[in-house]
């Protein structure tokens, strides 16, 4: 979270924590942060603010999701927990924890052509694979491997990885590129 906001604010951005539907309404774009995505869907339930974010982003709202941020993009889940729900707005599957127990964490650097000259280097940790890139999305980045682990489409971006840990802010600074674009 702390990460996020650092990067936001290195990009010139005024951050605000959302946490209510009042607060959602005042922002230009939103951050969906790492965590557990079972609990964040529970506890956006539970603020009601599950709703209000579904239509925030129908609405063009620009959304960037980090792993389980990105868990809550996706239109389809595997591996969900029983009951397990997302926003949606991201035409995708993705599978969660697709790396196993046994690899917790791990860095890679990604083919993201994008994303511009600079390789991209990624840390993932618990992290969701995209496994399937449905016709409204497109992948931004894959591992050598090929395995898609960023997305976009039109308002929204999501990555497996965690940009933020590391210095990366390519992908904060398309979400504010979005927003700039909305504004007009
Ligand atoms: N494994 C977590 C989940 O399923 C995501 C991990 C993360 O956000 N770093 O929600």
Same mark, same amino acid.
């Not at 931004?140 to 090929?146: E, F, H, Q, R, V």
């Given at each position: ?33 790492? /965590? &557990? ?7 956006? *339930? @539970? ?7 579904? =239509? !925030? ?58 994303? /511009? &000259? ?7 940790? *618990? @992290? ?7 016709? =409204? !999305? ?47």
């Amino acid at each position: 979270m702390r990460e996020h906001a650092n990067t936001c604010e290195s990009l010139g951005a005024q951050v605000t924590l959302v946490r209510r539907p009042r607060e959602l309404a005042q922002v230009e774009a939103l951050v969906l942060p790492g /965590g &557990e995505s079972s609990m964040i869907d529970k506890l956006s *339930r @539970a603020f009601d603010l599950q709703k209000p974010i579904q =239509a !925030a982003i129908a609405a063009g709202l620009p959304v960037y999701g980090t792993c389980a941020g990105l868990i809550l993009l996706a239109d389809r889940i595997c591996d969900g927990i029983e009951g397990q729900q997302t926003f949606g707005g991201l035409d995708v599957t993705v599978r969660r924890n697709a790396f196993g127990s046994q690899i917790d964490s791990f860095e890679s650097d990604l083919h993201a052509p994008d994303l /511009g &000259e600079e390789p991209v280097r990624a840390v993932f940790i *618990r @992290a969701p694979i995209v496994a399937e890139v449905g016709p =409204a !999305a497109r992948s931004l980045a894959t591992l050598p491997g090929g395995e898609v682990v960023a997305v976009e489409q039109g308002n929204l971006l999501g990555t497996s990885f965690h940009p933020e840990l590391i210095g990366e802010t390519r992908f904060h600074a398309r979400l504010m590129d979005k927003a700039r674009a909305r504004r007009g």
